[in-house]
């Protein structure tokens, strides 16, 4: 059984992003998005306009705070051979109403793809409103970067 990285959050956060699982790049770091390809950090540094990606992680996790952010999964554990959401078996969700409790300013939440998405309906029959994103997984090569980008740039704007 896998387990997953601990949220980037404090009580000022008010906007959650909440990705599946981190993949093996992540685990084996112990940090969010660390697979070179993954376009999280770059999108995110465009949105907020912040060089993210050539930051170490402990300074990307503060200007995330910063920014009235919050990052985390939706499954605290699972089974899961690579990296790929398709493969996540026996999944163990995390613990969403201590994060209301330890974010209690959240008013919104992003859903980094549509694994990530499944959980929408608990947040949104909690009143927040929620929007699910493009993956900037390196698996999602469906839609381009700059689209993503424009998707990610227009949520984070009008939820934040």
């Known amino acids: 059984m896998l387990?997953?990285?601990?949220?980037?959050?404090?009580?000022a956060s008010?906007?959650?992003?909440?990705?599946?699982?981190?993949?093996?790049?992540?685990l084996a770091a112990g940090c969010y998005y660390a697979h070179p390809r993954n376009q999280f950090w770059p999108i995110l540094g465009r949105v907020l306009g912040l060089p993210l990606a050539d930051w170490p992680f402990e300074q990307r996790y503060r200007a995330v705070l910063d920014a009235g952010l919050a990052i985390w999964d939706v499954y605290a554990g699972c089974r899961r051979e690579g990296s790929?959401?398709?493969?996540?078996?026996d999944a163990a969700a995390n613990d969403f109403e201590t994060m209301l409790r330890r974010?209690?300013?959240?008013?919104?939440?992003?859903f980094n793809g549509r694994a990530a998405g499944r959980y929408e309906p608990w947040f949104a029959g909690r009143g927040l409103p929620t929007r699910v994103l493009p993956s900037t997984s390196p698996a999602f090569a469906a839609m381009s970067a700059a689209c993503k980008l424009e998707r990610w740039r227009e949520a984070i704007e009008t939820l934040r």
Request: charged content about 20%.
């Open 14 to 26: 008010r906007l959650l992003l909440l990705g599946s699982f981190p993949g093996e790049a992540s």
């Open 103 to 110: 974010a209690p300013g959240l008013h919104a939440v992003l």
């Open 3 to 11: 387990r997953g990285l601990a949220p980037v959050v404090d009580r």
């Open 84 to 89: 790929l959401d398709s493969r996540i078996r």
